[in-house]
């Protein structure tokens, strides 16, 4: 939160406190709008509350909890021994969750915001359970993805919140507006790809440290080298996340790695989640095998 100002004549007189980058959605038709744009190059991030409404949080968790989804999950250590658990799939597939990765106020935003068309790089669920989810260390998502081939960091995040997010139970933390500092050298820490820790410490000294708590529906659009981490989960409280990246078509991945080279991204209107019937049928959607992922190898 910041506090905002009026000038009467040389006389500052104080507002109220006031969200930066931080948004609801009323229900209807979403669409980005000029200040979201701008938060998003300014401070690297904006929110939006409510954006997957309650109907579509349920047909999700049905998705995740009926089908094999979990059971492709695999471990990720942290560098205090606690783990966090991890599905990734390549291409978005047909079910709730490829409805939602493919609708117009995910896929047709994330198109707006990098300025040309995208393809579906891949998702993420990160589990994080009660008393055991792990931390992620501090790091840029295009510190690694450079190294995949990416030349250019138009890459975002779309990150869905399936549960509340608290300090509590290790919500994400970004350093608003580090995006600017450009692509900062990453290195292996206790099993993770983390930046460099002296100059996330300078880092640190200029930008400002934002804890984004969120309640379940509320969905982050964040820039490929935004810098951010997220806390162990020492609550009693599960802390479950659905992240989806995107990269433009115009910068399709010169090396062949692990995530996909650039295939057309059918999108569908936003009413696709809510008519999709398809819970168990995850048929195309390529789910990572950790032995071969290069982000959890190097």
Known sequence: MVLRYLDFGGSLRRLKMVAVADYTFPG????????????????????????????????????????????????????????????????????????????????????????????FYHGKLMMKDAFSGGRHLWHQDYGYWYNNGC??????TVYVALDKCTKENGCLQVIRGSQKCGRIDHSMVAGQTGIDRERLKQVMTKYEHIYVEMEPGDTLFFHSNLIHMADQNKSDKRRWTLLYAYNLRDNNPVYVHH????????????????????YTDLTGKHFLNPAIDKTVLH
């Not at 996909?260 to 009413?271: A, F, G, N, R």
Request: aromatic content about 10%; some cysteine; glycine content about 8%.
């Open 28 to 119: 209807g038709i979403f669409e980005l709008t000029d200040p979201m744009k701008k938060d998003f190059d300014e401070h690297g991030y904006f929110i939006v509350r409510g954006l997957v409404n309650e109907e579509e949080l349920q047909k999700i968790n049905k998705t995740l909890t009926e089908s094999e989804f979990c059971s492709h999950a695999y471990g990720i250590d942290d560098d205090v021994g606690s783990k966090s658990r991890m599905t990734l799939w390549s291409f978005p597939g047909n079910d709730v969750t490829g409805m939602l990765a493919r609708c117009n106020k995910i896929a047709g935003t994330s198109e707006k915001l990098l300025g040309g068309e995208v393809y």
């Open 151 to 156: 030349l250019t960091p138009d890459l975002l």
């Open 259 to 278: 995530h996909p080279q650039y295939s057309y991204l059918e999108k569908v209107p936003d009413t696709a989640v809510k008519d999709c019937q398809n």
